[in-house]
């Protein structure tokens, strides 16, 4: 896959969850915020580093969390899977 398209697949990703409609009750708001970043996040934002070394991949990936861990297991080259 050609950079600009991943770009723009992330792109309308983040945007899909920003823009989405607020539909859920401040105490589930307020729970999420309190546990803080999930394990999924916490990985992506790992293996984003050891591929990329760049900070903007980190915190996209960060976001992302789960669904670039699996585009990750997809895509990891030879030399990843040790």
């Known amino acids: 896959m050609k950079k600009p398209a991943i770009f723009l697949l992330l792109f309308l990703l983040i945007s ?3 823009f989405s409609q607020d539909s859920v ?4 708001k307020s729970t999420v915020v309190k546990n803080g970043i ?3 996040s916490v990985i992506a934002a ?3 580093w050891e591929r ?6 980190v915190i996209i990936s960060g976001l992302l ?9 997809i895509t990891r080259k030879a030399d990843e899977k040790k």
């Open 16 to 18: 899909f969850e920003i």
């Open 65 to 73: 969390s789960w669904l670039y861990v699996i585009y990750f297991a």
């Open 25 to 28: 009750s401040s105490e589930v």
């Open 46 to 48: 790992i293996l984003s």
């Open 38 to 40: 999930g394990l999924g």
């Open 52 to 57: 990329n070394k760049s900070i903007l991949f």
